[in-house]
């Protein structure tokens, strides 16, 4: 998951400015990316922009600095889809927010693909359950530095035991997710409309 493929979700739901795209990675965006500046959101848009994934519009302001609202392309919304749709890979760590990152934009995808990308994350934890859960945890030592081997077992122990329950809640709340979704009765979907690209002139590529 790319810092473009969360900017082009939330394009997707509405044109915005660079400052409203931080604002979001500020608050609701803040769970599925860590510390994003917003000289990265303003790199990021100048690179999708060079590619023909948004574009712009400036808005005048008087009194203050001019504003650029960008919006999705066709193509946009192609490297949008492709990306929240495509297959999906669960990361080694399920705190990882690759999951959460498209269930954020879930209202761009069918039921059924939701339903799928759902199966997917619980049958690769459940695997890594079965696999590492139970495994030989011991740890051949010889430290040259003092070490208090009773208390790193303790905080192993520890790490170990709730690192499991928090897994196994984690499979259990997505398993309850995708039961709601099987059991709920299905909503007419909405066709989104993507604005048609048009060129951007000089004046408004040097503001």
Request: aromatic residues 8%; without cysteine; proline residues 7%.
């Amino acid at each position: 998951m790319k810092l473009e493929h969360l900017l082009l979700g939330v394009l997707a739901l509405k044109p915005a400015t660079g400052y409203d795209l931080k604002k979001y990675m500020d608050t609701s965006g803040r769970f599925l990316r860590s510390n994003t500046q917003m000289s990265q959101v303003y790199r990021s848009l100048a690179a999708m922009e060079s590619r023909g994934w948004v574009v712009h519009e400036v808005e005048p302001r008087p009194g203050a600095t001019d504003a650029k609202r960008y919006s999705l392309t066709e193509e946009g919304a192609t490297v949008f889809l492709d990306w929240l749709t495509g297959p999906y890979h669960p990361p080694t760590r399920f705190e990882e927010p690759d999951l959460q990152a498209r269930l954020a934009f879930a209202g761009f995808m069918t039921r059924e693909a939701l339903i799928g990308l759902l199966d997917t994350e619980i049958e690769e934890r459940t695997r890594e359950v079965a696999r590492y859960r139970f495994r030989d945890r011991h740890l051949e030592t010889a430290p040259e530095l003092p070490f208090d081997e009773a208390l790193a077992a303790r905080v192993g122990e520890w790490s170990h035991r709730t690192g499991a329950a928090a897994k196994d809640a984690h499979i259990a709340r997505v398993a309850a997710l995708r039961e709601e979704l099987r059991s709920a009765p299905a909503a007419s979907p909405v066709t989104p409309t993507v604005r048609a690209q048009r060129p951007v002139t000089p004046e408004e590529t040097a503001r």
